[in-house]
């Protein structure tokens, strides 16, 4: 069975940083790109970062470029989001997930900047 279990969220000041883990279970994550994604209150799910099965190419949303970083540790089947100089805007429930149609969504982890 695919899973996915993101954790690393939490409630944080304005500036801060946090660091989201995601492993990955039921396939060869290794073999395949692997994306975070977030969904804010009332908003629909966006694409915040992407990174290819080797990790050689990355991409980033124009909202987190910059600040937030993709890498992967394939020994460890575990996908990380580095986020740094967080905003309020990005408070969001934050997912990874493989982008293909057999991949279901993990739980999530809430992340929270505020003051």
């Known amino acids: 069975q695919v899973q996915f279990v993101e954790s690393g969220g939490g409630l944080v000041q304005p500036g801060a940083s946090l660091r989201l883990s995601c492993v990955a279970s039921?396939?060869?994550?290794?073999?395949?790109?692997m994306n975070w994604y977030r969904q804010a209150p009332g908003k629909e799910r966006e694409q915040v970062a992407s990174i290819t099965d080797n990790g050689a190419y990355r991409t980033y949303a124009v909202s987190v470029k910059g600040r937030f970083a993709i890498s992967r540790d394939n020994d460890k089947n575990t996908v990380y989001l580095q986020m740094n100089n967080l905003k309020p805007e990005d408070t969001a429930v934050y997912y990874c997930k493989a982008p293909y149609s057999w991949a279901s969504w993990g739980q999530g982890t809430q992340v929270t900047v505020s003051s």
């Open positions: 039921g396939f060869s994550s290794s073999s395949f790109t």
